[in-house]
């Protein structure tokens, strides 16, 4: 089993940017898919971002052009920059790795008008 553990999360006004880090345990994570999901009160978890081991990402068409995620294989970290913030990214945001599908803890995200 891997282990992960978000941070980041926070109040932001719209149009403003914050930045979620997930930090995983274990000794494959450079060969691990990573991604970040996200969701909603009354609404279903959806994949907000992911990034392949060799770096390839993929991004909701939501998030296009706003959001960022990294990686950093040597502190087996997983990013989440997020810009330009809309209401409706308000959300519990978590991590997930693809190997054995466990998921993190989740980080709350909060957009004000």
């Known amino acids: 089993q891997v282990q992960l553990v978000e941070s980041g999360g926070g109040l932001v006004q719209a149009g403003g940017s914050l930045s979620l880090s997930c930090v995983a345990s274990g000794n494959n994570f450079q060969f691990n898919t990573m991604g970040w999901y996200r969701q909603a009160p009354g609404s279903p978890r959806e994949l907000v971002a992911s990034?392949?081991?060799?770096?390839?990402?993929n991004y909701a068409d939501s998030v296009k052009g706003r959001f960022t995620i990294s990686r950093d294989n040597a502190k087996n970290t997983v990013y989440l920059q997020m810009d330009s913030l809309k209401r409706e990214d308000t959300a519990v945001y978590y991590c997930?790795?693809?190997?054995?599908?466990?998921w993190g803890q989740g980080t709350q995200v909060t957009v004000s008008s």
């Open positions: 990034i392949g081991g060799g770096g390839s990402t």
């Open positions: 997930k790795e693809w190997i054995y599908g466990s």
